[in-house]
């Protein structure tokens, strides 16, 4: 795979104003959302779910690519049709989680590591020729009075890089994901710095381990108050902090930042999305867009409940959340659209 063709998939993943769902859940994380709404915590309550999502009538409107998990992306429809069949005819570019989830860091209370390098090579050739055609990696930082630690960014720093440069030598584009958590009472200052200093690692690892910047995906967090920090800022405060945090740590090269949603509420992370591109849009080298996964499924997950009378009223309202991000990515996201 050249060059010129990891550019072409990056840049389509962004084009049109469209984003990216994550569909890739592990299976700890999808139990866990599935027991809150008692829904079965089984295989095939797990695959109807991802087919409701697929297969949401119009989806392609306002989602370029999804992201899925090992366990998905070798199922099948009801129909018998492959989750990488039923994502293309759908005419949405297939993606793949790669890592094996973050593990306590040794030496580290507190702080995690993301695994999954082992045989990962082997792993990338697989999924490039099961369709996928970009892949995700997610580093998570942990803030707190003594933490994050040098060791702890650099670590992960570096897992992404070597990440990302086995990525696009299977000719996959990789989604470089360092997010840092919302947990905690830090303030919005504090997640700026440490943000912005988990950025400059991560930059600078992909640049000595050669991976191209024309041919990745950026998914940080926003720059965002802890979730129990007693002053929460506005929302036009956040896109301004977030934007200007990004416009120092980001190259131009990347074409784009597709923000995961961390726990926000759905609304709350559109109406941020939507000011920042409200105000920067014009005047930024990249594409400011979303790869959400609670901030797009949960109103769904909510209505559907594992009960197949309830699939076409979950897919109108995933539809909704996608059609709303993509109006967010144009600044054009208001009250108006939530009011039905
Ligand atoms: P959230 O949008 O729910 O944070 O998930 C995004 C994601 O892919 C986490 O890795």
């Not at 060059?3 to 890739?24: P, S």
């Not at 630690?149 to 990789?174: F, H, K, M, T």
């Not at 191209?212 to 108050?225: A, D, E, R, S, T």
Request: hydrophobic share 40%.
């Amino acid at each position: 795979m050249s060059a010129e063709e990891l550019a072409r998939t990056a840049r389509e993943l962004v084009a049109d104003d469209k984003g990216l769902l994550a569909m890739d859940e592990s299976n700890p994380t999808c139990n866990r959302r599935f027991a809150r709404l008692a829904i079965p915590q089984t295989e095939d309550a797990r695959r109807s779910y991802r087919e409701l999502i697929v297969t949401t009538p119009g989806l392609c409107d306002s989602i370029s690519g999804v992201i899925l998990y090992d366990e998905t992306i070798r199922q099948q429809t009801k129909e018998g049709t492959s989750f990488v069949r039923a994502v293309t005819d759908a005419r949405i570019i297939p993606g793949i989680k790669v890592d094996t989830g973050a593990e306590n860091m040794a030496g580290h209370p507190g702080e995690k590591l993301t695994a999954g390098l082992n045989g990962l090579r082997e792993r990338l050739e697989e999924y490039a020729k099961m369709g996928a055609r970009f892949a995700k990696w997610r580093a998570v930082i942990a803030v707190g009075d003594d933490i994050p630690s040098r060791a702890c960014i650099d670590a992960n720093a570096q897992a992404l890089a070597r990440y990302g440069v086995l990525c696009q030598e299977a000719g996959l584009v990789p989604i470089v994901e360092p997010e840092v958590l919302m947990d905690g009472e830090h303030t919005l200052e504090r997640c700026r710095e440490v943000t912005e200093e988990v950025l400059a690692a991560v930059f600078n690892e992909l640049g000595s381990q050669r991976v191209m910047l024309q041919g990745l995906l950026l998914k940080p967090n926003m720059v965002v108050p802890g979730l129990t920090c007693p002053k929460q800022e506005t929302i036009d405060e956040v896109a301004e902090v977030t934007v200007r945090c990004l416009l120092r740590a980001v190259p131009a090269a990347v074409p784009g930042i597709v923000f995961l949603s961390g726990g926000q509420s759905a609304e709350l992370a559109t109406a941020r999305l939507n000011a920042m591109n409200v105000r920067f849009k014009s005047q930024l080298p990249w594409a400011l867009s979303f790869s959400f996964a609670r901030a797009i499924q949960q109103p769904a997950l909510e209505i559907w409940r594992g009960e197949a009378a309830h699939v076409a009223a979950a897919q109108k309202a995933l539809y909704h959340r996608a059609r709303c991000n993509r109006a967010a990515r144009r600044g054009e996201y208001g009250a108006a659209m939530e009011g039905g």
